[in-house]
């Protein structure tokens, strides 16, 4: 029994399953977890591979400690979708955040991973989180000046992910932001066509908005071409010059993927990228 | 029609093949080239995907532009392996290289890739390359103090490749260099159990036998994980304290995927590979 993503009509990664745990139909996707020989278990909406147990540690990591570095004073925190928990979690581990809104329009999500992924979901009874299960777009739309970072971890932009991707949704992300805030999201890979097109859209409407939209780059093994690209975007702060290393540093976390050498090294992207980014402008 | 990788007996990668061009077996190993309808022409040695037209730029460039930046004064270069020609096209690029040794054990890999593979092996009539088929090992045995720099491009360390991971070897290497020597190698991916023990090997040896000895990465998308490790080892010269941004910037060289940015940023390793490293001595 073998679950295949394809990558394109002619690529296709397969991963042998041991064990079905999981397989149904919610209002907005269908949500599977399966348990593998290789990657323990794994989480599958809509036919794509969102985590598996083995490296879903690089994700979370990147799309969390990077916006937390450079601005280790963060308290309050917005998480859109992410319904595993696993941003949740990377988040709790800092004492000095004291909110984090987390918005997961399908609720399913949440209590799949609550029972079948609790490496991710362990952290959602945290006191510090709350959770609303509804449209991140909507949730957004009426905040002003509220958080310090808005973490996007979504799903792609076809689904119910796709109003996550739009200029409006970003628009009001910076209205939400307070005024140092940070926009943090994944935004695809830069290899398949598919995935290029989302970037592009992604990059462009988000450098429409804000002032500072960078792009930083994670090998996340299990997803398409395993090279993979997150958005930073800002009111100001610039991701590199404002680093706090020595700051985050002496927090003495302990982290499987990121560091500081490579937070600046994520920024450090390949030619082909950064020209793919350009040409979407 | 596919041709299918397999990372490990639970995972596979496949790639649709529009036409197979060429499928033989040489006294060494099996050798072919299949057209394919997203990557172009496709080399498969012993079943071990090799290069696709379409990304074979990111690997030959990391293997070569990373040490001539450390070093651009580099005139006298080995190459090991490599029949694809795909490395000897890049460092054709440098006109201050005055010679190119290319040892390649299997006279059938650059006869097919001249053929089918014009892409890479376009280069390997340029006045400055002598080709030598024969063992790597062998020819390395009784060289000293010939060469600035030794690439060592080889499949992996099963098959013909076999003696290109051993202690011996590199310790050969570091003789057949000069004093500002360095020796540049595709060690394998952090990810999959079979290519961590060959990173960790690999690493341990050089380490054994050069005082300077470093790893830094690359995004490969149609390798195993895509995250592949190359060894930088060198009698002296430290590839991030050395680096000679500037003048390999002056030379105007055009890369699709190394940068001197990347350069650095291909030294920050994540903290699992820096730990696998580690776990490995």
Redesign the interface.
């Known amino acids: 029994m073998w679950f295949t993503e394809d990558y394109?009509?002619?690529?296709?990664?397969?991963?042998?399953i041991r064990e079905k745990l999981v397989d149904l139909k919610s209002q907005y996707q269908t949500i599977a977890v399966y348990d593998?020989?290789?990657f323990g278990r794994v989480l599958v909406i809509d036919g794509y591979l969102m985590l598996t147990e083995k490296?879903e540690?690089?994700y979370h990591e990147m799309i969390t400690h990077v916006s937390m570095a450079v601005n280790p004073s963060i308290k309050d925190v917005l998480v859109v979708g992410a319904g595993d928990g696993g941003t949740v979690r990377e988040l709790t581990r800092y004492q000095t955040i004291e909110r984090i809104d987390m918005v997961e329009i399908d609720r399913q999500v949440v209590e799949v991973c609550r029972k079948y992924l609790p490496q991710t979901a362990g952290k959602l009874d945290d006191p510090r989180v709350r959770l609303f299960f509804m449209d991140g777009v909507q949730f957004a739309a009426d905040k002003a000046g509220e958080y310090d970072l808005i973490i996007v971890d979504s799903t792609d932009p076809l689904g119910p992910g796709e109003g996550l991707f739009t200029r409006s949704f970003y628009a009001d992300c910076h209205r939400a932001l307070k005024d140092q805030g940070i926009l943090a999201n994944q935004i695809g890979g830069p290899?398949y066509p598919d995935d290029i097109q989302a970037v592009q859209n992604a990059y462009r409407k988000i450098k429409s908005v804000f002032p500072v939209a960078r792009v930083y780059?994670a090998?996340?093994?299990t997803y398409a071409?395993?090279?993979w690209l997150f958005g930073f975007a800002s009111k100001g702060l610039d991701p590199v010059q404002d680093l706090k290393a020595d700051v985050w540093n002496s927090l003495g976390l302990h982290?499987?993927?990121?560091?500081t050498?490579?937070h600046?090294?994520?920024?450090?992207?390949?030619?082909?990228v950064k020209q793919l980014l350009e040409a979407g402008e």
Chains 1, 2 share one sequence.
């Open positions: 394109t009509p002619n690529v296709k990664f397969s991963i042998k593998t020989h290789d490296d540690f690089i290899y780059q090998n996340i093994p071409s395993g090279h982290t499987q993927y990121y560091n050498k490579l600046l090294g994520g920024f450090a992207l390949p030619n082909y």
